[in-house]
């Protein structure tokens, strides 16, 4: 069974700084690799998704990219803004199947 | 995201009361997926629907558990005789490449 992990759990930084969000998964047979955003009380917004022949996807300040032989993907945020701040979640799509594999999600906190 | 909504936002219910909640994905995927987000589970799939049949069952935890989709687009999910331990947000999701999720339903047994 696929497993997805993140690290870290949380991380603080303050405005401005640049950060790396890291997501790694077990079974490298993936279809595609979804982020996401959770803010609180919320559901999940979509902000990148990346398919298993891609390296890596750019939108706006946010830069995705994907390893899949070494099951891993990362979220480069540049700039980083106090309403950035909120739970980012990586999802996986195995190969095959429908349903996504979810990490356990990294809450990002920017202090202003 | 995608126009997919759901309802009701919030629900609490007696312990051993049956619930049903319902996802629009209002702009008419044919792909619908059911998620559960839990404290201690994250977020885990529970069904997904391809029109209105649902080829993939494999996640509903328990046999008081049970999903419908009519007409393609409208889904419910049912939860009978409801125990504490069913007490989540309920996520709905639609799209068959990227998948947008609804606001969720929290529901909360006591």
């Known amino acids: 069974k696929q497993e997805v992990t993140q690290i870290p759990a949380a991380l603080s930084v303050p405005e401005g700084e640049n950060l790396v969000l890291n997501c790694s998964f077990t079974?490298?047979?993936?279809?595609?690799l979804q982020w996401f955003r959770q803010d609180p009380g919320k559901g999940l917004t979509s902000l990148l998704l990346?398919?298993?022949?891609?390296r890596e996807q750019t939108s706006g300040r946010l830069n995705a990219s994907l390893d899949k032989s070494s099951g891993r993907s990362t979220l480069y945020i540049a700039a980083s803004q106090p309403g950035d701040s909120a739970t980012y979640l990586c999802?996986?799509?195995?190969?095959?199947?429908?349903?996504?594999?979810f990490g356990t999600g990294t809450r990002l906190t920017v202090i202003p | 995201g995608a126009g997919v909504s759901q309802s009701p936002s919030n629900k609490v219910t007696e312990k051993g009361k049956d619930v049903e909640l319902r996802c629009d994905p209002i702009?008419?995927?044919?792909?619908l997926y059911w998620y559960r987000q839990s404290l201690g589970q994250g977020l885990e799939f529970l069904i997904y629907?391809?029109?209105?049949?649902?080829?993939?069952k494999s996640g509903l935890p328990s046999d008081r558990f049970s999903a419908e989709r009519t007409g393609g687009s409208v889904s419910t999910l049912t939860i009978q005789r409801t125990q504490q331990e069913d007490s989540a947000v309920y996520l709905c999701?639609?799209?068959?490449?990227?998948?947008?999720f609804g606001p969720g339903t929290r529901l909360t047994v006591t």
């Open positions: 999701a639609a799209g068959s490449y990227e998948q947008y």
């Open positions: 702009s008419g995927h044919t792909a």
């Open positions: 629907f391809q029109g209105n049949s649902a080829p993939d």
């Open positions: 079974d490298s047979a993936i279809y595609n």
């Open positions: 999802a996986v799509r195995q190969t095959g199947a429908n349903n996504l594999f």
């Open positions: 990346i398919q298993s022949s891609q």
